[in-house]
């Protein structure tokens, strides 16, 4: 079995958030699995628990969001019950991870170089000269031009490109086996965000490092990662294979949200056709409902979409999807 | 006559002094540098482009709300600026914000919002007002009995629903809608870019289309305009643009889309980052980040002009590009 | 949502204070100015004198109930003053920038610089003593918070969509500021004209105490208490009362001035 143990697995788990008006349930039995130098997407929209997944894998969960159940374990140890410690140690050296606004995730004080050093220091047990050394290093392998002197500058007086290499400068330090990528380029324009892609693609592929990523945005998704996982109002409701999401979705949330995205190349080749609209909003965590959650918006919910919820089922190809009606 | 262009840029320049002290002459920042761009009564023109491409300021001027330094800007026959009546510019050009959460006051019910302006500009029958704002209320998807509710009542796809009414409740002939759903969930984008498209049919609006997502530029736009570094670099149809586009920064920017559908438009991407408009660099100022940019580029500035009909490119080697695949 | 202890205790002492501001003359046992009865002087608290009586034989517990008429009226008209000039220059200065910012900052630094109560005394020594001078004494000389509060809040909302949206709807200046920032402003300013009601009640005191605040015979609890200095080993209750008043209500306004802040501040509150 060692051989092909998975690098994560995360079994079931359940997020819940404690409001004055009780326990609501923010992320319910959400499982998938990464192996080794694999590259997995979760998709879903603002408040589908994507998020808080990933923070729940790094142990920084906070209140009053909390673990209710389930099992999350790197190369089969479960890590979702460790000391402090231990998780602190797991972090950065084992799990890195990179967020949408680097500023907020970069020490305003210190400059970049020694905040790269610093994970030498920390996790390698390297002198402060060799770590400073390795940390110019580090900025050369993300393609900062002119590292050296780049080092000695502080956080803000990079652009949001360069300050986002740094993170995963950081993030890579200590060759993780798994890096997190929250909404990595969301915050950066079009063209600076393709070569941050490519950056993260290439170092990750030499190093074997593994990725888990956190997108709104679908195409981004699939461009990086050969599965995805669609979320949805705290529950998986799809797995696929990239190539095959955008070509065959399964579930209708899925099928929704690609009919609607205004995709370049689309008008030529079909004309304007009127965008197929995903009806009503997207529910808040306190107001989820029953059954299938997306069946107020669903054009093919039936009476047992109300009542039951679907379980996650697999298909031929590998895929899994959580509908009823699906196909 | 018949033709006449709805607005006018012509030459447009906008330079705003930055920093700059007792001791010190301030920079100057070329916000907006040569533009010009016309649109013709409901047409919808997008604009794209990235941070400090000059968009905004682009979009202000337009609005009368910044002076030119040098062009001017006609809208309607009438030039815009310090010296026209801002109650007219008001009634002709009015604009959809990016941020629904940002863009309404969170003390004003949606009556107030949309009444308020009705009454600046002349609307005093409360009878009149109030049929005008459940009319307008109704044509943007929302319920005529809403109007009583605060903003943080309603969502993100409805506040903009709100902010599209706001906009759109002086009858104004164009609009300029900047990045209208960029801020909005996936799922929710589609109802407010058929929204906008319907309402531009029923009304007969002109759109200035601010937006990054070229998908989003394809699908609403008659023409397209690219911006870089306060100027235009490529403008010309949308099926042009985006099936043959010429200028190195537009296929950058398709190339940079991580969709399989594009994936054969263009593979050229942009290297480095956006030089700051404060400094922009010599020549053409695409040429530190292109991949094709010579000795020349580097040193005299290419002007926009026609490789086609309607179809505008302001690089040297545009033409070597025009068979060449992206 | 949870029932804010500090809300609720301030709001009550509050309640009790205008309570008493406004029907102190009805609760009140006797005249507080005219029922001298020198038999009686410096009587302690009994069932017939709650509070006691002071030197000239005066029923403290009236005098504390009508002295809560002129101390709240000091500290809303003073602080009512305060609030006007704070926020019209803080708006204006948040919103239009440029000298106009730069002026009212350096005027706001100035204000800051010197310490209120001495300003006081000195617009004191032009305007003379009495209940009116002593609100515009206390209006003129403590809007520099305000102030500063309103010019922030005025410089964070302008960047707002809302407002530019104003802009592009044709609303001019003034009428931005009314609609636009000014309602969104109103929260923190609320909290601080609240905390600085207690600061002029407690300033009130002791400029009456210095004598320049409220001629004698009216009894403000200020001048209570100044009248009050000389008996305070032998008659401890002349003191023992408007102290507790001025305490209870100062106390009052300072919870509620807290409990307000958590309540109207918009990080507390949820958006969606």
């Known amino acids: 079995m060692s051989a092909s143990q998975p690098l994560l697995q995360v079994e079931d788990l359940h997020i819940a958030l404690s409001t004055d008006a009780g326990s609501f349930p923010a992320v319910e039995g959400v499982s998938f699995e990464i192996a080794r130098g694999e590259t997995v997407g979760l998709v879903g929209e603002s408040g589908c628990g994507k998020s808080i997944t990933a923070l729940s894998i790094m142990g920084l969960l906070k209140p009053p969001l909390g673990l209710a159940g389930g099992r999350i374990r790197l190369t089969g140890q479960e890590i979702q019950n460790l000391p402090a410690a231990e998780l602190r140690s797991l972090r950065g050296k084992r799990i890195a991870m990179i967020f949408q606004e680097p500023m907020t995730a970069l020490n305003p004080l210190k400059p970049v170089g020694r905040q790269i050093a610093e994970m030498f220091v920390l996790h390698q047990g390297a002198s402060w000269r060799e770590a400073e050394q390795k940390a110019v290093e580090a900025l050369t392998q993300v393609k900062v031009p002119a590292p050296g002197r780049r080092a000695k500058d502080y956080p803000h007086q990079l652009s949001g490109g360069m300050r986002q290499r740094v993170m995963i400068a950081i993030a890579l330090a200590c060759e993780p086996d798994l890096l997190i990528a929250d909404e990595p380029t969301t915050a950066l324009d079009v063209t600076v965000q393709a070569e941050i892609v490519d950056l993260m693609k290439e170092l990750c592929a030499a190093r074997g490092t593994a990725i888990l990523m956190i997108s709104h945005d679908l195409g981004l998704v699939t461009d990086i990662c050969r599965r995805v996982c669609v979320m949805y109002a705290g529950r998986i409701v799809e797995q696929q294979d990239s190539e095959q999401i955008f070509n065959h979705p399964q579930h209708p949330y899925t099928q929704g949200l690609v009919a609607s995205l205004p995709r370049l190349g689309m008008r030529a080749q079909h004309g304007r056709r009127k965008l197929m609209e995903i009806a009503g909003v997207v529910p808040g965590i306190t107001a989820y409902p029953g059954g299938c959650r997306f069946n107020p918006r669903c054009s093919r919910a039936t009476e047992i979409c109300v009542k039951v919820v679907p379980e996650l089922e697999a298909l031929g190809d590998g895929s899994l999807v959580r509908c009823h009606h699906h196909g | 006559m018949v033709d006449q262009a709805l607005l006018s840029i012509e030459d447009l320049a906008v330079h705003f002094p930055i920093g700059g002290g007792l001791f010190s002459k301030p920079q100057m920042l070329r916000a907006v540098d040569g533009v010009t761009l016309s649109i013709k009564p409901g047409e919808s023109l997008g604009l794209v482009g990235e941070s400090g491409c000059g968009k905004s300021t682009l979009a202000l001027s337009v609005l009368g709300l910044v002076d030119a330094t040098r062009g001017r800007v006609m809208l309607d026959g009438k030039a815009v600026g310090s010296e026209a009546d801002r109650l007219e510019v008001a009634r002709t050009v009015q604009m959809v914000f990016q941020d629904p959460y940002a863009s309404l006051n969170p003390r004003q019910t949606v009556r107030r919002t949309l009444a308020d302006p009705l009454r600046l500009h002349g609307v005093t029958n409360g009878g009149e007002v109030a049929d005008r704002v459940a009319e307008m209320l109704r044509q943007v998807g929302l319920r005529p009995d809403q109007a009583d509710l605060y903003p943080h009542e309603f969502s993100g796809g409805q506040r903009q629903r709100i902010g599209i009414a706001r906009a759109l409740i002086l009858k104004p002939k164009l609009v300029i809608c900047d990045e209208p759903v960029s801020a909005l969930d996936v799922s929710i984008r589609a109802q407010i870019i058929n929204l906008l498209l319907e309402l531009q049919a029923e009304m007969g609006l002109s759109y200035l289309m601010i937006s990054h997502d070229l998908g989003v530029v394809e699908h609403m736009s008659d023409r397209v305009a690219v911006m870089y570094l306060g100027r235009i670099v490529e403008t010309g149809g949308w099926r042009e643009i985006f099936e043959q586009p010429r200028h190195p920064y537009t296929r950058a920017l398709i190339a940079a889309i991580p969709d399989p559908l594009t994936r054969g438009l263009a593979r050229e991407k942009a290297r480095g980052e956006i030089p700051s408009p404060l400094n922009p660099p010599p020549g053409c100022t695409f040429n530190p980040r292109c991949p094709h940019a010579t000795d020349h580029c580097r040193s005299a500035p290419p002007v926009l002009s026609p490789v086609e009909e309607g179809h505008l490119v302001s690089c040297w080697r545009a033409e070597e590009f025009a068979k060449v695949p992206a | ?272």
């Open chain 3, 1 to 272: 949502m949870k029932l804010r202890a500090n809300l609720a205790i301030g709001g009550g002492l509050t309640l009790l204070s205008l309570f008493v501001g406004v029907f102190g003359p009805w609760l009140a046992h006797t005249d507080p100015i005219m029922d001298a009865n020198l038999m009686n002087a410096e009587l302690p608290p009994s069932g017939e004198f709650w509070f006691g009586t002071d030197q000239q034989g005066r029923d403290i517990f009236s005098r504390v109930m009508y002295g809560a008429q002129i101390s709240l009226t000091v500290g809303i008209g003073s602080q009512l003053i305060n609030t006007a000039i704070g926020t019209t220059l803080g708006v204006t200065a948040g919103y239009w920038g440029g000298w106009w910012d730069d002026f009212v900052n350096g005027l706001t630094n100035l204000m800051l610089a010197i310490p209120s109560l001495i300003f006081a005394l000195a617009i004191m020594a032009i305007l003379g003593p009495g209940l009116t001078s002593l609100m515009i004494a206390l209006g003129l000389t403590n809007w520099s918070y305000t102030c500063r509060i309103s010019r922030a809040q005025a410089l964070a909302i302008k960047s707002q969509g809302y407002v530019q949206a104003a802009r592009v709807l044709g609303y001019g200046d003034m009428r931005i500021m009314f609609t636009q920032i000014l309602p969104n402003t109103l929260g923190p300013i609320i909290v601080i004209a609240t905390l600085g009601m207690g600061g002029s009640i407690l300033a009130e005191a002791a400029l009456s105490f210095l004598g320049l605040g409220v001629r004698p015979p009216s009894p403000s609890w200020g001048s209570m208490l100044s009248d009050a200095r000389e008996t305070i080993t032998t008659a401890p209750w002349l003191s023992l009362f408007p102290g507790l008043a001025i305490f209870l209500t100062v106390l009052g306004l300072n919870l509620l001035g807290d409990g307000l802040r958590d309540v109207l501040d918009p990080q507390s509150r949820s958006r969606r």
